[in-house]
């Protein structure tokens, strides 16, 4: 059973930076695609990035430029690196990962693990 657990949330400043890790404690990611996305309160969840198992990258728009997955299968850890915060990105981030994730879409079915999600709240 594979389980994943995000971390890495909180409060930041407009304009700030977080780094969310996802975690799967035991596991080896090498094999997997990993994506991350996002639901705010009253909204539908919505991807935000993804890297493949090669190590292709994927990001929807208002990510490009500001955000950036990474993968350490060493580490079983997949990361966001979340940069110029806005108002706008505050949301609970869910990262995700399946065999075949990512290849055909940040959004695309072939998540099949999912993590609780952690809270990330952009404030004045």
């Known amino acids: 059973q594979l389980h994943l657990v995000e971390s890495g949330g909180g409060l930041v400043q407009p304009g700030g930076s977080l780094r969310l890790p996802c975690a799967a404690p035991?596991?080896?990611?090498?094999?997997?695609?990993l994506g991350w996305f996002r639901q705010a309160p009253g909204k539908e969840r919505e991807g935000v990035s993804c890297?493949?198992?090669?190590?292709?990258?994927k990001y929807v728009d208002f990510a490009k430029g500001r955000f950036a997955i990474s993968r350490d299968s060493a580490k079983d850890k997949a990361y966001q690196q979340m940069n110029a915060l806005k108002p706008e990105d505050t949301a609970v981030y869910f990262c995700?990962?399946?065999?075949?994730?990512?290849?055909?879409?940040?959004?695309?079915?072939?998540?099949?693990?999912w993590g609780q999600g952690t809270q990330v709240t952009v404030v004045s």
């Open positions: 995700a990962a399946g065999l075949a994730a990512c290849e055909n879409g940040i959004s695309a079915p072939g998540y099949n693990h």
């Open positions: 035991g596991h080896g990611l090498d094999i997997l695609g």
């Open positions: 890297i493949t198992s090669g190590g292709t990258t």
